[in-house]
């Protein structure tokens, strides 16, 4: 049985700095992109970020570009977002989700992701 649990979620003022974490167990890890997607409140999910199984590539979303850096460690089955420089509008339910491939997916039609998590709040004040 596959699990994805984020951690790493919580409050800090706008310019402030969080780092979320991802395990996923059940699955080959090593085999598996891995990204995070993000809802607020009354909104509709939006794609942030995603990591290929091979680390050699990401594609971020341009909200966050320069400010939310992804890696991963493939030894602990792990996938991390760190999150500089943090605005209110970054407020959100930070989702992470694996699939095996890595495309346009992603962005486009994220629905068909194989694993999702039940994410961790983060919420930026002003």
């Known amino acids: 049985q596959v699990h994805v649990v984020e951690s790493g979620g919580g409050l800090v003022q706008a310019g402030g700095s969080l780092r979320l974490s991802c395990a996923a167990s059940?699955?080959?890890?090593?085999?598996?992109?891995m990204g995070w997607f993000r809802q607020a409140p009354g909104k509709e999910r939006e794609f942030v970020v995603v990591i290929s199984w091979s680390i050699t590539a990401t594609y971020y979303a341009d909200s966050v570009k320069g400010r939310f850096t992804i890696s991963r460690d493939n030894a602990k089955n792990t996938v991390y977002l760190q999150m500089n420089n943090l605005k209110p509008e970054d407020t959100a339910v930070y989702y992470c989700?694996?699939?095996?491939?890595?495309?346009?997916?992603?962005?486009?039609?994220?629905?068909?992701?194989?694993?999702w998590g039940q994410g961790t709040q983060v919420t930026v004040s002003s």
């Open positions: 059940g699955l080959a890890f090593s085999s598996y992109s």
């Open positions: 989700a694996a699939d095996r491939k890595y495309g346009s997916d992603w962005y486009i039609n994220p629905r068909v992701l194989a694993y």
